[in-house]
């Protein structure tokens, strides 16, 4: 989070390659601020050093961690892909397996959705979710179509 705020989406994944090559491949402890502090800088995050020793970041990890335990995550890694979760480390095929029951999900929603919108072209509720399925089917452009005909209908959609 912190490394996005600073210096984007590149930074961030920089970032996040050194602290998984330092975990998984150099046996780093992690744990130590010195440690993810040598890795950020490795990485060309030198603010980094600054951030965690003072105590930047504190508050959205707790955060984290509380929707984490509200959404009942008990362990790392945990997967979650349209409110299912798939705990702990998995072989690929069973990730494979895992992310592949979540499309068929929204695929099954989102010919059901289109079904009820082609029946009833005013029903702004089935238009929303329409658009958001879509959405998360990675469909910007025709979920925005349905989106913005939801809040045109029912304001409180937009």
Same mark, same amino acid.
């Given at each position: ?35 993810? /502090?040598?890795? /950020? ?70 010919? /059901? ?46």
């Amino acid at each position: 989070m912190l490394t996005y705020e600073h210096g984007g989406a590149e930074l961030q994944d920089a970032v996040a390659e050194k602290v998984m090559q330092g975990h998984f491949i150099r046996a780093l402890d992690i744990s130590r601020p010195a440690t993810l /502090a040598r890795l /950020a800088a490795e990485a060309g995050f030198d603010q980094g050093v600054a951030l965690l020793s003072g105590g930047g970041g504190d508050a959205e990890v707790k955060g984290a961690l509380l929707i984490g335990k509200a959404r009942g995550i008990t362990t790392s890694p945990t997967l979650v892909v349209n409110g299912q979760a798939l705990a702990g480390a998995q072989p690929a095929e069973t990730i494979a397996a895992f992310l592949r029951a979540a499309a068929a999900q929204l695929g099954r929603a989102r010919a /059901a959705l289109e079904d009820l919108v082609a029946a009833d072209p005013g029903d702004s509720y089935a238009r929303l979710l329409l658009g958001r399925t879509l959405h998360r089917q990675g469909l910007a452009e025709q979920a925005a179509v349905h989106l913005r005909l939801a809040g045109a209908m029912t304001p409180e959609y937009a």
